[in-house]
Every structure is written in C-alpha cells, then in structure tokens.
C-alpha cells in the first residue's frame, strides 16, 4: 500500500506542467492566466460557477466553498499540457497566386508549477462558515521558440542547406497568488426551494517576475564568410497587486442550481528589472454565469453550461470583449468510477482591424474520471486537447540575415510584408490529490 501511494505522490508532483503561447507572452505581453481548477470541473469542459463541489472550484466561484462538506479538506492540483507549436510562412506561385502554408518552425515545450489549498468550514445551526488559503500561479509567462535560418544552397536527399544562425525567444517567469477565501451558507433542510445559498469573497496577493531573452547565434559557417555579431537582447519586470472576485451560489430547486461570480478588472504595478522604471498593466473584468441541472433518472447525472464574459477593452481600446462557452455533463454509474465529458469555447484577446473583428477561439473537448484510493483520500484525473489558428507577424524579420557571401546567386532575402500563420495543439492531463477529514 505504502508503494501505491508514493507512485501516485511522484507522478503528480512530477507533472504540474505549462507550456504557453508565444501569442499571450510576447506579443500581448500580459501572460496566460492560470486557472488551476479541479479535474472534475476541467473533465465537464471548465464548468463549475453553480454548486462546485471540489475544494479548487472556489476559483470559478468563491461562494462554491459554502458548498464544501463539514471539516477539513485539503487539495494538491497537478497539469501536464503539451503544447505544439507550427509556424507557416504563405507561398506564392510564379503567377502570385496563394497555393499553400510551409511550415518553417515547429516547437514543442513542457515547463512545471504547483498549487495547493487548504480549506475549514464549521456549521452553526442553518449558517455555515468556511475559511481557505491557497498558493497557486496566476499568470505564467513561459514560452519558448527556436528556429533554423538555412541559405539558398542547392541540396540533395542526403545534405541540407547549411545553417547560418539559431533563433532564440525565451520567455519565463511566473505571478504567483496567495489567496484568501471566505463564504457563508445558508441551509434550509427539508426544503424543496432554495434549501442551500452561499456568498464568498477571494482576495488574492499577487507577486511575480517576468524575463524575456530574445537571441539571434551566428553558426561558424556564417563568420567564417562575413563578419558577425550575435545578437542578445533581454528584458524583464517585477510585479505585485492585488485582486478579489466575489460569488453567489444556490440549489433553487432538487434539480437546479445556479451561480454567479464577478471579478472586477485590476491594475498591476510593474517595474522595470534593469533600471528604475515603473509603470502599470491592467487586466480585465469578468463575469461569469452557471447552471446546473440534475434530470430523474437512474443514474446520478448532472448538466452544467457556464456563459463567461471578459471585458478586454478595459486593457486596450485594440481588444474586443469576448464571451467564452462551457459545456459539461457528469454521469455516476452505480459502484463504479463517474464518467466526466465537456467541451469550451474560449476566444483570446484580439484586436480589429478597419473596425473588423479578428476573433481567436480555441475549441477544446474535455473528459475526466475520480476515485477514492483509500479513506479520505481522492484521485481526481481529467484530460483536454484544444486547438489554435492564428495570424501574425515573423518574430525574426529575414532582412536581418541579408549579408554578402551567404547567399547563392543574386538572391537577397527580403522582410515579408504578408503575415504567419500558427497552429497550435494543447494536450492537458489534469491530476489532484484531495484529503477529506
């Protein structure tokens, strides 16, 4: 038994990983906001605003941890995600018509994190009050890219034309938070209406750094023929604010629940990591609305749909706001694990052009599974795959790599006016520890 449980310690303490977008960390520059929800949430598509019922789901909404159980619980929350990146440059034929994507760079990158929270909650006749910290990333900056710059030379099926220099975009750094939440319950029992309501606040801390390496590596091949020099920029910030959400909950009916969760926008103080500058970042407001429906049936079967609205103009008039979909659905089979499935419908921030929204939605589908292991100890497991397709600019503009000598014939490589494109594919596993006393 000892040996079960160190393998499963190991191999959730050995998976907290994130490997992020170039898209939120270097063009936006505002990073990835994590949301460390439970695998029974992340396993019903993200949902979880109306009667969450897993310690983490107070990050959806802070009144679902009125809806905890009596005592002490506490739960560790793992990811691993996998994150493919493709980037194509456009192609044209003789005639300047559109044919096709050739992929120039692809990228594939894993970084880890932790979260932890502990919760107590204590019942005085029809009121309930329960207290949690947590610590936890907020934002994440990591995201890393590598490209090759080969020149013109001819080449065969045995020989590539040689490199003439690396690429490097290197971003890391995380703002983590030190959260602190409270609700209060209402209870009614033997009610069929509203028989349970909770209220919460979360009010979080947040500290973090951001560093940012972008390198351009001249091969021996390349100095040998001009005279080089590499190139290394670096920039970083420190930051540190302070954010709260507030959240309702209620079970209206035997059969519905609903929930509410607002998070007003917040400005983070940044300064500048090589010299004394300072400044402010804001981020945005949203709000978020749950439902839960639980049909008569045979099994024990749970419904849930949480619409979610981010406020992105309160960050740049360029960004339009967004509304985000989650979709889930739980079924308990009787003496047997549950069956989890979902689906999310989240669109990035993006700018208009000409006054022409350029949405960027990532699809995802999502299923998951929980058991007990033993006692009061719980494995929760969840899995996601998502997808991205979006328009940018080269990161290495190739008019930079326009030296005499390393090109054949009377080529000059020019900087492309036409913008990338780049796919991207998340795989997410999702695993928690979770003790109930």
Same mark, same amino acid.
């Given at each position: 038994?000892?040996?079960?449980?160190?393998?499963?310690?190991?191999?959730?303490?050995?998976?907290?990983?994130?490997? *992020?977008?170039?898209?939120?960390?270097?063009?936006?520059?505002?990073?990835?906001?994590?949301?460390?929800?439970?695998?029974?949430?992340?396993?019903?598509?993200?949902?979880?605003?109306?009667?969450?019922?897993?310690?983490?789901?107070?990050?959806?909404?802070?009144?679902?941890?009125?809806?905890?159980?009596?005592?002490?619980?506490?739960?560790?929350?793992?990811?691993?995600?996998?994150?493919?990146?493709?980037?194509?440059?456009?192609?044209?034929?003789?005639?300047?018509?559109?044919?096709?994507?050739?992929?120039?760079?692809?990228?594939?990158?894993?970084?880890?994190?932790?979260?932890?929270?502990?919760?107590?909650?204590?019942?005085?006749?029809?009121?309930?009050?329960?207290?949690?910290?947590?610590?936890?990333?907020?934002?994440?900056?990591?995201?890393?890219?590598?490209?090759?710059?080969?020149?013109?030379?001819?080449?065969?099926?045995?020989? *590539?034309?040689?490199?003439?220099?690396?690429?490097?975009?290197?971003?890391?750094?995380?703002?983590?938070?030190?959260?602190?939440?409270?609700?209060?319950?209402?209870?009614?029992?033997?009610?069929?209406?509203?028989?349970?309501?909770?209220?919460?606040?979360?009010?979080?801390?947040?500290?973090?750094?951001?560093?940012?390496?972008?390198?351009?590596?001249?091969?021996?091949?390349?100095?040998?023929?001009?005279?080089? &020099?590499?190139?290394?920029?670096?920039?970083?910030?420190? *930051?540190?604010?302070?954010?709260?959400?507030?959240?309702?909950?209620?079970?209206?009916?035997?059969?519905?629940?609903?929930?509410?969760?607002?998070?007003?926008?917040?400005?983070?103080?940044?300064?500048?990591?090589?010299?004394?500058?300072?400044?402010?970042?804001?981020?945005?407001?949203?709000?978020?609305?749950?439902?839960?429906?639980?049909?008569?049936?045979?099994?024990?079967?749970?419904?849930?749909?949480?619409?979610?609205?981010?406020?992105?103009?309160?960050?740049?008039?360029? *960004?339009? &706001?967004?509304?985000?979909?989650?979709?889930?659905?739980?079924?308990?089979?009787?003496?047997?694990?549950?069956?989890?499935?979902?689906? &999310?419908?989240?669109?990035?921030?993006?700018?208009?052009?000409?006054?022409?929204?350029?949405?960027?939605?990532?699809?995802?589908?999502?299923?998951?599974?929980?058991?007990?292991?033993?006692?009061?100890?719980?494995?929760?497991?969840?899995?996601?795959?998502?997808?991205?397709?979006?328009?940018?600019?080269?990161?290495?503009?190739?008019?930079?790599?326009?030296?005499?000598?390393?090109?054949?014939?009377?080529?000059?490589?020019?900087?492309?006016?036409?913008?990338?494109?780049?796919?991207?594919?998340?795989?997410?596993?999702?695993?928690?520890?979770?003790?109930?006393?």
């Amino acid at each position: 038994m000892k040996n079960i449980f160190l393998s499963i310690l190991l191999i959730c303490f050995a998976g907290h990983i994130f490997a *992020y977008s170039l898209y939120e960390n270097y063009e936006l520059g505002l990073g990835k906001q994590v949301d460390l929800l439970s695998p029974r949430s992340a396993g019903m598509g993200g949902t979880g605003t109306a009667a969450g019922s897993e310690l983490m789901d107070k990050i959806i909404n802070p009144a679902n941890l009125g809806f905890l159980q009596d005592g002490l619980t506490a739960q560790f929350v793992f990811d691993v995600t996998q994150l493919e990146e493709n980037r194509s440059m456009p192609m044209f034929n003789f005639f300047d018509s559109y044919v096709a994507d050739a992929t120039y760079a692809s990228n594939t990158n894993f970084f880890t994190d932790l979260a932890i929270a502990l919760a107590y909650k204590m019942r005085f006749g029809d009121i309930s009050v329960a207290a949690s910290l947590d610590y936890k990333p907020f934002i994440n900056f990591n995201a890393y890219y590598e490209e090759q710059v080969r020149n013109n030379e001819g080449s065969d099926n045995d020989n *590539y034309p040689p490199i003439l220099a690396m690429n490097y975009l290197e971003s890391e750094g995380d703002i983590y938070s030190y959260g602190f939440t409270t609700a209060f319950s209402y209870h009614r029992d033997y009610e069929d209406w509203f028989s349970k309501s909770a209220l919460g606040i979360n009010i979080n801390m947040l500290n973090g750094e951001h560093r940012l390496e972008r390198k351009i590596i001249w091969s021996e091949y390349a100095k040998d023929i001009a005279v080089l &020099n590499d190139v290394e920029d670096n920039s970083g910030y420190d *930051y540190d604010a302070v954010n709260f959400s507030l959240g309702l909950t209620s079970d209206i009916s035997r059969r519905v629940s609903a929930g509410l969760m607002y998070a007003p926008g917040f400005t983070m103080n940044f300064e500048d990591a090589f010299s004394d500058a300072e400044g402010e970042a804001d981020y945005p407001a949203v709000l978020r609305a749950g439902i839960q429906f639980k049909p008569r049936n045979m099994l024990r079967t749970s419904f849930h749909f949480d619409l979610e609205m981010v406020n992105w103009s309160d960050v740049s008039d360029f *960004y339009d &706001n967004v509304m985000n979909y989650y979709l889930g659905v739980e079924h308990v089979f009787p003496h047997t694990v549950p069956l989890r499935l979902g689906f &999310n419908y989240v669109t990035s921030p993006s700018s208009s052009v000409d006054d022409i929204p350029s949405p960027i939605v990532i699809p995802s589908i999502t299923a998951g599974t929980g058991f007990k292991i033993h006692g009061d100890l719980f494995l929760d497991l969840s899995g996601e795959f998502s997808h991205r397709k979006y328009e940018t600019m080269d990161l290495f503009p190739d008019g930079y790599y326009d030296h005499q000598g390393l090109w054949s014939g009377t080529y000059n490589p020019q900087t492309r006016t036409e913008t990338d494109t780049v796919r991207e594919y998340y795989i997410q596993l999702k695993s928690s520890l979770t003790f109930k006393w």
